[in-house]
């Protein structure tokens, strides 16, 4: 079972919709981050959310870590074929152990 | 883009053998992680170092150790590789531990083990 659970876990879309993913735990994480992974290639981190309620902006992408810490979401508006990718969440259970969701592999089509 | 290089990028071997990778890094950071990442399970936590010579286990270390013996390089070795541990290998480095809230870590870009 994953500490971290992502949903949907495949999305395709085409360009220009609204899409939101989820990242959903029963456990508290003093921090929670986003990482975009494009193939053969290491996961970037997009943002890290430390405070309950916190919204971050990037772009297009919105990050929302919930009131208790237990859970995140990421919206993206009017999808491009560069966001297709796979994102996965992370959050500290201590100090150097990040856990890692089994990731959202979205697809955008032109 | 973070300095980190792995070594082999892809490699091939049979099952009982033993397997060293290697992650090279020139940003001077004091944290070295070793991943696996696997579909449907995301990026698992082998070992993870905090120093030269300073290494801790992470979620899934059975099977595995690692070595620091300089900054720059964190080994991972397979003594004995079995079908199960054909994945793919990140190493990751940071400046600060990931729970602080501000601290990012860089990947390299991955070695893929198969174990035949």
């Known amino acids: 079972t994953q500490l971290l659970e992502q949903s949907p876990q495949f999305l395709s879309i085409q360009e220009g919709e609204n899409l939101t993913v989820y990242c959903n735990s029963s456990s508290v994480f003093s921090s929670l981050q986003w990482y975009r992974q494009e193939p053969g290639e290491g996961p970037v981190l997009l943002v890290t959310?430390?405070?309950?309620?916190e919204v971050k902006k990037l772009k297009r992408l919105t990050f929302q870590f919930g009131d208790a810490r237990k859970d995140s979401s990421l919206h993206i508006t009017a999808a491009q074929p560069g966001d297709t990718g796979l994102y996965l969440c992370a959050g500290a259970v201590h100090n150097n152990d990040m856990r890692f969701g089994a990731g959202t592999r979205l697809t955008v089509k032109p | 883009d973070a300095g980190i290089t792995q070594s082999p990028r892809h490699k091939v071997t049979e099952t009982g053998t033993p397997v060293t990778l290697r992650c090279h890094q020139t940003?001077?950071?004091?944290?070295m992680y070793w991943y696996r990442q696997d579909p449907g399970h995301g990026l698992r936590l082998i070992h993870y170092?905090?120093?030269?010579?300073?290494?801790d286990k992470g979620e899934v270390s059975d099977g595995y150790s690692v070595s620091r013996s300089k900054t720059e390089d964190f080994l991972l070795t397979l003594e004995s590789a079995t079908s199960s541990q054909t994945s793919v290998y990140f190493c990751?480095?940071?400046?600060?531990?990931?729970?602080?809230?501000?601290?990012?870590?860089?990947f390299g870009p991955g070695t893929r083990l198969t174990v035949l």
């Open positions: 170092s905090y120093g030269v010579k300073d290494t």
């Open positions: 959310v430390v405070t309950g309620g």
């Open positions: 990751a480095i940071s400046e600060s531990t990931p729970g602080a809230g501000y601290n990012e870590q860089f």
């Open positions: 940003e001077n950071h004091r944290y």
